[in-house]
């Protein structure tokens, strides 16, 4: 029931938002809405169905009043069969946008985006990617395999269990896209 109330209290805030420029979306096009709290400051998030893929609203409180900070067109693959994307809160109040590909195509795949508030904005603090191609096969007949997680907050990451650091850095949720990550996580370039 507490889930539902937000879903709704969500969308009455983006549909019936103060402000003319405010966006507007309707009940049927909300995937999932969280709320939480990073570093004392309150946050609601709506994720949405957009034009292609899925768009995310980040709110900040604002004495009482929450304030659209953030909005992120495209953020995560969503809409065709076997595409799900959802978000959560982790135990220190950071955002998680999860998205996956579970059904179509040999490439199947899950991402998740760890969403932190720093320096006054959101930014992708996180990237963690994982795979598992359906047709690719190793000598044992394992499915070929792979995961990447990084800070983007420290450059730091493991690929398949091997440490890593890359110059791709943290970026504003507002321009993060569905088909960017850093490029040490990229698997099909190095295997077929």
Same mark, same amino acid.
């Not at 953030?70 to 799900?84: E, F, K, L, Q, S």
């Not at 006054?120 to 359906?134: E, I, L, P, Q």
């Not at 420290?154 to 949720?173: E, W, Y």
């Given at each position: ?5 937000? @879903? @709704? ?9 103060? %402000? ?9 096009? =909300?995937?999932?809405?969280? %709320?939480?709290?990073?570093?004392? !400051?309150?946050?609601?998030? =709506? ?27 495209? @953020? ?15 135990? !220190?109040?950071?955002? &998680?946008?999860?998205?996956?590909? @579970? ?8 991402? &998740? ?6 320096? *006054?904005?959101? =930014? ?32 730091? *990451? ?18 993060? &896209? ?15």
């Amino acid at each position: 029931m507490a889930k539902l109330s937000a @879903i @709704i209290l969500s969308t009455f805030l983006l549909t019936f938002g103060a %402000s003319a420029d405010e966006p507007k979306v309707s009940v049927a096009s =909300v995937l999932s809405a969280v %709320s939480g709290y990073q570093d004392s !400051n309150y946050y609601k998030a =709506v994720l949405v169905t957009g034009e292609e893929d899925a768009d995310l609203y980040l709110f900040s409180r604002d004495g009482w009043d929450l304030t659209l900070e953030a909005y992120a067109p495209g @953020i995560a693959v969503t809409g065709i069969g076997g595409t799900d994307a959802s978000l959560s809160t982790a135990e !220190n109040g950071a955002l &998680r946008l999860q998205s996956e590909n @579970i059904a179509i195509g040999r490439h199947r795949w899950q991402q &998740r985006l760890t969403i932190v508030h720093r320096d *006054g904005r959101f =930014v992708v603090g996180g990237y963690t990617y994982s795979f598992y191609d359906t047709l690719a096969v190793n000598a044992n007949g394992d499915v070929l395999t792979g995961e990447c997680d990084v800070n983007l907050l420290t450059g730091k *990451g493991f690929k398949d269990g091997k440490p890593f650091r890359t110059s791709f850095r943290s970026v504003p949720v507002d321009n993060w &896209r569905a088909d960017m990550g850093p490029p040490e996580c990229e698997w099909e370039q190095k295997n077929p």
